[in-house]
Each structure stands twice: as C-alpha cells, then as structure tokens.
C-alpha cells in the first residue's frame, strides 16, 4: 500500500522556536522525497528536496534515514511567515511517476 | 509566464452535469497529474500522465477522465457530477516521476 503518514499537528510554537515534524513512507523502494509547504487556499510549493546524506537551505534542514523509512525536516529560528501546512512527499512506481503526498502538519507560529 | 496553468480558478455547477478543467504547462516537462484536494485538506492523486501515457489510474470513478491532447495538455473531463466531488482540484508536473512536482493554482470545484 503507498502510504506516507504524518503527525497532523496542529504544532502551535512562538517566534523562534525550533520545531521539527517526522514523516514514515511505506514503499522501500521510493527513489526521491520532498517537503512542499502550503498556504491556506493556495497551491502545495516545493520548500526542499531531501537527499539521503541530508541537506540544509538556511532555516531548514531534511533527513532522510531509508533503513528505517523515515524522513524529517527541522525548521530553526522559526518565523511568523513560517505558518502554513508542510507536507512530506514520496515517489512510488519508480521513473513513471507518481508523487504521494502526506495528509499534512500545520504550524502556526506565535508572535 | 506560468509554469502550471489551470482553468477555471472557480467552478460551480449543479448534479448531474458534465464539466471539464483545462491545464496547461510550459516547463517541457513529461510527466502530468491530477490531485484532488478534499475538505479535510488531503491531496490524494487521481492520475498521473507520462509522454502522453496513462501510467497510473488510481481507484478513482470511471466518470471522472483524464484527457492530453499533447504533452503540455492535461484536461480533467467529470460526467455526471455528484456532491462528493466537490474539492479543490491541482494539476501538477514534474520533469519526471522521480522529480520534484510543480502545481497549478487549483480548481475550486463546487456541486450543488
């Protein structure tokens, strides 16, 4: 079954906190995985990619641990802007393409 | 320019029409989907297209069709429409499957 699950949350933190969210992925056999985030009414917009040896962009940091099935993602210094919908993603049925979404962690960041 | 193109941005019709939701994407990429977004804000995959090929079908009802013209062109054609399928509809695309995916701006389906 192709299934990626997520803590819903909601996580409610104030203005710089570090907060991380956790997702597990079923497939062993998922090639690539993501984390989009998402406004409120707006379209899902890639925030990374997450690579096996990990990987940082500023605030953001994504794991990636294939033996237990388990990706990350760690946001420091947390902004009000930060506040949104984050969704981890993974690739089943190989190159052909089919991108698998979680159900979702919202955060909400506290003045 | 927009990369993931979709139209109509609103859609509100009665049960038991037959509507259509156009997409377009201008990033040469291969593959094209469909994702359906429900009230409880899930994004579930309906259909995934790759060089014009339907290579997933998910357990999704048979009035609801996708259709690609070309490669940039995924339309979602629904017959018979019910009030379950009130969502927010994405079109998306990805260069490939294994790729990072880029949405359209969804299509506010609304059956009533």
């Known amino acids: 079954r192709k299934e990626v699950e997520q803590d819903p949350g909601p996580f409610n933190v104030p203005e710089g906190a570090t907060v991380a969210f956790n997702c597990t992925y079923s497939?062993?056999?998922?090639?690539?995985f993501f984390w989009y985030r998402q406004d409120c009414r707006k379209e899902p917009k890639l925030l990374m990619s997450?690579?096996?040896s990990g990987n940082e962009d500023g605030r953001f940091t994504a794991q990636l641990n294939r033996a237990s099935q388990y990706i990350s993602l760690l946001i420091r210094d947390s902004k009000l802007s930060d506040s949104a919908t984050y969704l981890c993603?993974?690739?089943?049925?190989?190159?052909?393409?089919?991108?698998?979404f979680g159900k979702g962690t919202k955060l909400s960041v506290k003045p | 320019d927009t990369a993931v193109s979709q139209t109509p941005k609103y859609l509100v019709t009665q049960m038991g029409n037959d509507k259509s939701i156009k997409c377009e994407q201008n990033?040469?990429?291969?593959?094209m989907y469909w994702y359906k977004q429900d009230s409880k804000k899930f994004l579930k995959i309906m259909f995934s297209?790759?060089?014009?090929?339907?290579?997933i079908n998910e357990t999704v009802p048979n009035r609801f069709s996708p259709k690609s013209p070309d490669k940039a062109h995924l339309n979602l054609h629904i017959n018979s429409l019910e009030l379950g399928d009130s969502a927010v509809y994405f079109c998306?695309?990805?260069?490939?499957?294994?790729?990072?995916?880029?949405f359209g701006q969804g299509t506010r389906l609304t059956v009533v």
């Open positions: 998306a695309s990805s260069l490939q499957g294994v790729t990072e995916a880029f």
């Open positions: 497939n062993s056999a998922s090639q690539s």
């Open positions: 997450v690579y096996s």
């Open positions: 993603v993974a690739n089943y049925g190989g190159s052909q393409g089919n991108l698998i």
């Open positions: 990033l040469g990429h291969d593959t």
């Open positions: 297209y790759n060089n014009k090929e339907l290579i």
